[in-house]
């Protein structure tokens, strides 16, 4: 591998945790942007003659710091006195070393999700801001996890680092009295992360194992700082999800559903992990629709084979589940459910309904269920129909392959 291809994987690996550190220490968002694509240009500079550093992150933070407070001091020149300015010269010959050590550099991307969910901002704006500087999604990839605009989407997160920068909103972690009423925000970003890893919204492959294990890892650190049952429900959640990723893609990398995965794949020391943290938030009944989630996806990991899978119990736990989280797919999952419990004519009628309201006209899983249970039937020009609905509204590509496949079987048949 040439050192241009080093600092490539440099900057897939270490961009996001060096912006976050960077923004702790200059305060500003657009500051820390360009001083991180300052370091990457020193980089590409420096690296080739003078080699890979020992530790490439501490290089790009220290880089992309100075390069900045260097910038400051230029804009200083040409004007009146900024106590801003000053404060960066006094930090510049303070204990630069503190700010790099190992736990305080491992807490930046924790400190930067709460800041990011500040409820001073609005919901959409928390979770967009997060998934865009914290993991890196670009506006595209967003736009379409919020089923919005791009342009919208990137108004909404200049106004949220707008808001932060007005309202001087601090850096940190909040102190315990704080940080319960804003889990719930730091919770549904840490899934939303692990989903674009667990399932990418886009692009060649299925999956994009950097974000989902980077959701796992912030939930490990959240659980460690605050032990709460809901935070626990989120970790076992993505656990047991993750723990099917080996046996969701074919060497080809094809889509390989549930109830056609080869078992013997699945990691069952994160099954273990994740049902044991199952067990201990349900038994704290401070538990809310994650853990409800993670129990449903133990039941699956609990099956030696499909057939086995408990679909009493799992259709139990949807109803529980619509209860505290009425959503649309919270409906169409347990449609399924009980088209698995009590065939599939009565879950199609569950799904027409459901796609009659509206919520769900355009939701690609909604009618590819609903083909799939056609198929059951042997409804084949239902079955084809709905199958081409859901390939126009597909735009990752495995998933495509999938849809296109069971179309080329229905013609087969």
């Given at each position: 591998?040439?050192?241009?291809?080093?600092?490539?994987?440099?900057?897939?690996?270490?961009?996001?945790?060096?912006?976050?550190?960077?923004?702790?220490?200059?305060?500003?968002?657009?500051?820390?942007?360009?001083?991180?694509?300052?370091?990457?240009?020193?980089?590409?500079?420096?690296?080739?003659?003078?080699?890979?550093?020992?530790?490439?992150?501490?290089?790009?933070?220290?880089?992309?710091?100075?390069?900045?407070?260097?910038?400051r001091r230029r804009e200083a020149r040409?004007?009146?006195?900024?106590?801003?300015?000053?404060?960066?010269?006094?930090?510049?010959?303070?204990?630069?070393?503190?700010?790099?050590?190992?736990?305080?550099?491992?807490?930046?991307?924790?400190?930067?999700?709460?800041?990011?969910?500040?409820?001073?901002?609005?919901?959409?704006?928390?979770?967009?801001?997060?998934?865009?500087?914290?993991?890196?999604?670009?506006?595209?990839?967003?736009?379409?996890?919020?089923?919005?605009?791009?342009?919208?989407?990137?108004?909404?997160?200049?106004?949220?680092?707008?808001?932060?920068?007005?309202?001087?909103?601090?850096?940190?972690?909040?102190?315990?009295?704080?940080?319960?009423?804003?889990?719930?925000?730091?919770?549904?970003?840490?899934?939303?992360?692990?989903?674009?890893?667990?399932?990418?919204?886009?692009?060649?492959?299925?999956?994009?194992?950097?974000?989902?294990?980077?959701?796992?890892?912030?939930?490990?650190?959240?659980?460690?700082?605050?032990?709460?049952?809901?935070?626990?429900?989120?970790?076992?959640?993505?656990?047991?999800?993750?723990?099917?990723?080996?046996?969701?893609?074919?060497?080809?990398?094809?889509?390989?559903?549930?109830?056609?995965?080869?078992?013997?794949?699945?990691?069952?020391?994160?099954?273990?992990?994740?049902?044991?943290?199952?067990?201990?938030?349900?038994?704290?009944?401070?538990?809310?629709?994650?853990?409800?989630?993670?129990?449903?996806?133990?039941?699956?990991?609990?099956?030696?084979?499909?057939?086995?899978?408990?679909?009493?119990?799992?259709?139990?736990?949807?109803?529980?589940?619509?209860?505290?989280?009425?959503?649309?797919?919270?409906?169409?999952?347990?449609?399924?459910?009980?088209?698995?419990?009590?065939?599939?004519?009565?879950?199609?009628?569950?799904?027409?309904?459901?796609?009659?309201?509206?919520?769900?006209?355009?939701?690609?899983?909604?009618?590819?269920?609903?083909?799939?249970?056609?198929?059951?039937?042997?409804?084949?020009e239902q079955a084809r129909a709905a199958?081409?609905?859901?390939?126009?509204?597909?735009?990752?590509?495995?998933?495509?392959?999938?849809?296109?496949?069971?179309?080329?079987?229905?013609?087969?048949?």
């Open positions: 591998m040439d050192i241009r291809e080093r600092i490539d994987e440099t900057y897939r690996a270490e961009s996001r945790a060096v912006l976050a550190t960077l923004i702790r220490l200059l305060g500003d968002f657009d500051r820390a942007e360009e001083a991180l694509h300052e370091a990457f240009r020193a980089a590409l500079e420096k690296w080739p003659r003078e080699g890979l550093p020992e530790n490439p992150r501490a290089w790009l933070i220290s880089a992309g710091r100075f390069r900045s407070i260097d910038q040409f004007e009146a006195y900024d106590p801003l300015a000053h404060d960066v010269e006094a930090d510049d010959r303070g204990a630069a070393e503190e700010s790099l050590e190992v736990g305080v550099l491992e807490d930046d991307r924790l400190r930067l999700i709460f800041t990011c969910c500040h409820p001073a901002l609005a919901p959409e704006a928390r979770i967009a801001l997060t998934l865009r500087e914290v993991c890196g999604l670009t506006t595209e990839e967003i736009a379409r996890a919020f089923l919005t605009p791009a342009p919208t989407l990137a108004q909404r997160i200049v106004r949220a680092k707008a808001k932060i920068r007005d309202a001087t909103i601090p850096y940190e972690i909040p102190g315990a009295a704080e940080l319960p009423q804003r889990l719930d925000s730091v919770l549904r970003v840490i899934y939303l992360v692990f989903n674009e890893g667990y399932t990418a919204s886009s692009g060649p492959e299925l999956m994009r194992l950097d974000l989902a294990s980077e959701a796992i890892r912030l939930g490990r650190l959240l659980i460690e700082m605050l032990p709460e049952a809901e935070a626990e429900g989120l970790l076992a959640l993505m656990l047991l999800q993750d723990s099917r990723r080996a046996a969701r893609t074919s060497a080809a990398g094809e889509l390989i559903v549930l109830e056609e995965q080869d078992r013997a794949l699945w990691n069952r020391a994160q099954i273990e992990e994740g049902s044991a943290l199952v067990a201990r938030a349900l038994a704290s009944r401070r538990f809310g629709p994650y853990t409800l989630q993670a129990a449903i996806a133990a039941i699956h990991c609990e099956a030696a084979r499909a057939a086995d899978t408990d679909w009493q119990e799992i259709v139990a736990l949807y109803d529980l589940l619509r209860r505290i989280e009425p959503t649309p797919v919270v409906e169409l999952n347990r449609a399924v459910a009980i088209a698995m419990r009590d065939g599939p004519a009565t879950g199609l009628a569950l799904i027409d309904e459901l796609l009659a309201g509206g919520d769900l006209a355009d939701y690609r899983l909604a009618h590819a269920a609903r083909a799939d249970l056609y198929r059951r039937l042997g409804r084949i199958y081409e609905r859901a390939l126009a509204l597909t735009v990752q590509e495995p998933e495509k392959q999938y849809l296109t496949r069971r179309l080329a079987e229905l013609t087969g048949a």
